[in-house]
């Protein structure tokens, strides 16, 4: 009796252990990974040559979505500054953006943790930044133009930005 209790424990926890493996992996599943690939970023042009905007090779895969959007938006954004992070200095509270609402072609995004953007950045990371979020939004086949909601700083204001606003940048649709 011993042998078969001990049997049909280990049966059990085998199963139990099997069912929380399948769980966690179709969870782990749901998570996509973005990275840069699926955003437009910036890069610094050739020597004499303007920033670039660079579209990510994989962003048509979720342009139809602008919550996948945003959520890919953040995380590169927030990726690609905590590289930037010197030894020492504490993760920053990093701006991220939320969708308040869609008007016709235009989005409405409150800018959180604006502080960063508008006080840390400079005035060209800034002009980055939003540069890189409207290009990311306006993947969107109905989205032409962001609008921006946040305390206006020293180096970025709100407003409402469309692709024409940034136009002193160089436009790369491959990343090379």
């Given at each position: 009796m011993d042998k078969k209790l001990f049997h049909i424990a280990w049966i059990g926890t085998v199963v139990i252990l099997l069912i929380g493996g399948v769980a966690?992996?179709?969870r782990s599943g749901d998570v996509t990974v973005y990275?840069?690939?699926y955003v437009w970023s910036t890069e610094p042009g050739a020597e004499g040559e303007p920033m670039r905007l660079v579209r990510g090779r994989m962003v048509q895969?979720?342009?139809q979505d602008k919550n996948k959007l945003v959520f890919a938006?953040?995380?590169t954004f927030?990726?690609?500054e905590a590289l930037n992070l010197q030894e020492g200095e504490s993760k920053l509270e990093l701006p991220k953006l939320m969708i308040q609402g869609h008007e016709r072609t235009t989005v409405r995004v409150?800018?959180?943790n604006s502080g960063y953007l508008t006080q840390r950045m400079g005035s060209a990371g800034a002009q980055d930044f939003l540069a890189a979020a409207t290009y990311t939004m306006t993947e969107c086949p109905v989205i032409t133009a962001v609008d921006f909601n946040f305390p206006q700083g020293?180096?970025?204001a709100p407003g409402i930005y469309t692709r024409m606003s940034f136009t002193e940048y160089k436009t790369v649709y491959t990343r090379k």
């Open positions: 966690i992996g179709i990275d840069r690939e895969s979720i342009q938006f953040n995380k927030a990726d690609a409150q800018v959180e020293d180096h970025a």
